[in-house]
């Protein structure tokens, strides 16, 4: 089965970056499915961050992280990335990385099959 691992959040200061990552485990090669990252603030429906086609090619960002923000892959170690750079408080949220091999690459929370567990990002002003 499908296993996605993030890690990097944590607390940090407005005006600071953060690195997050993706640990993709499972039967079929990395290399098929798209990635993608959203994120939950308290209180709010999970939104669309960023995302990556399988083959790295296409990119797509969410209006309130175009900028200053960069998703990456390697297909080698099985991993997503997403940078955040000048984090503000409303960057504050659970971020979750999200995996799909079917269809076109996707801003749709509905079109991801699986999904990690979360990792929280603080920033404090």
């Known amino acids: 089965q499908v296993q996605l691992e993030e890690s990097g959040g944590g607390l940090v200061q407005a005006g600071d970056s953060v690195s997050l990552s993706c640990a993709y485990s499972?039967?079929?090669?990395?290399?098929?499915?798209?990635m993608a990252w959203f994120r939950q603030a308290p209180g709010k429906e999970r939104e669309f961050v960023a995302a990556?086609?399988?083959?790295?090619?296409?990119?797509l960002y969410s209006d309130s992280v175009k900028g200053r923000s960069a998703i990456s892959r390697n297909d080698a170690e099985n991993m997503a990335n997403l940078q955040m750079n000048n984090l503000t408080p409303e960057d504050t949220a659970v971020y979750f990385c999200?995996?799909?091999?079917?269809?076109?690459?996707?801003?749709?929370?509905?079109?991801?099959?699986?999904w990690g567990q979360g990792t929280t990002v603080t920033v404090t002003s």
């Open positions: 990556i086609s399988w083959r790295g090619g296409r990119k």
């Open positions: 999200a995996a799909n091999r079917v269809g076109d690459l996707s801003v749709v929370v509905a079109d991801y099959m699986y």
């Open positions: 499972g039967p079929r090669a990395f290399t098929l499915y798209h």
